[in-house]
């Protein structure tokens, strides 16, 4: 489920922690200028390093957009998917949970964007390469979660007889990802709340 975060922040070494630091930034520019929009010249600028101490991290502006999807991943990971394993058992707990964690994510704006993976999706829809390949890869692992737990929410009893999994699944995908989409084109608080009613009623919960 979009992969695994394989080393805590505590262990990191400076110059891992560094690296984190200049992705989480690339990450935030990302979200509102496009990955296309990334630049060394204006990530140094944004981090107040120098281009030559980028390119010491970055060897192409590919290589750049790549790491920055990575750092982009494990920020949803600790922020949406981690939670909601952690705190839930396979079912309509961890649905609810991981479509509340998405929606914190935006509410609090971890990037001024909203959902980098939001963004940058409408941004590489047709654009083919490697790095259009791992967003789809990663929405397409956000979207197994989803399915995942409306299966086993299915299984449990959770769901009303005749509830179509795979179908519940994408309509609370498309309504997370539409949710995004109004509360930051329109700076719309409110549209956060109406989501979270409107998965409530969803899983008549």
Not at 26 to 35: E, F, K, N
Not at 74 to 86: C, D, N, R, T
Not at 158 to 169: F, K, W
Request: charged letters at 20%; proline letters at 2%.
């Amino acid at each position: 489920m979009l992969g695994s975060m394989s080393m805590d922040v505590g262990e990191l070494t400076k110059g891992e922690r560094t690296r984190a630091a200049i992705l989480h930034e690339a990450a935030r520019l990302a979200t509102v200028g496009g990955l296309e929009g990334l630049s060394i010249g204006g990530l140094a600028k944004a981090t107040g390093m120098s281009k030559s101490g980028l390119y010491a991290h970055f060897g192409s502006k590919e290589e750049l957009q790549l790491a920055t999807v990575e750092a982009a991943r494990v920020s949803f990971m600790k922020e949406v998917v981690a939670p909601a394993i952690q705190s839930t058992g396979a079912g309509r707990a961890r649905l609810r949970a991981l479509c509340d964690g998405f929606l914190s994510y935006v509410e609090r704006r971890v990037f001024p964007g909203g959902c980098f993976f939001v963004v940058t999706s409408a941004e590489l829809g047709s654009r083919p390469g490697p790095v259009h390949d791992r967003v789809a890869l990663y929405q397409r692992q956000w979207s197994g979660a989803l399915l995942e737990a409306a299966r086993a929410a299915g299984a449990n009893g959770e769901l009303p007889a005749g509830v179509d999994a795979e179908q519940l699944a994408f309509e609370l995908g498309a309504l997370l990802a539409g949710t995004n989409i109004v509360t930051v084109l329109h700076s719309d608080a409110d549209a956060v709340e109406r989501a979270r009613v409107a998965i409530a009623r969803r899983l008549e919960i």
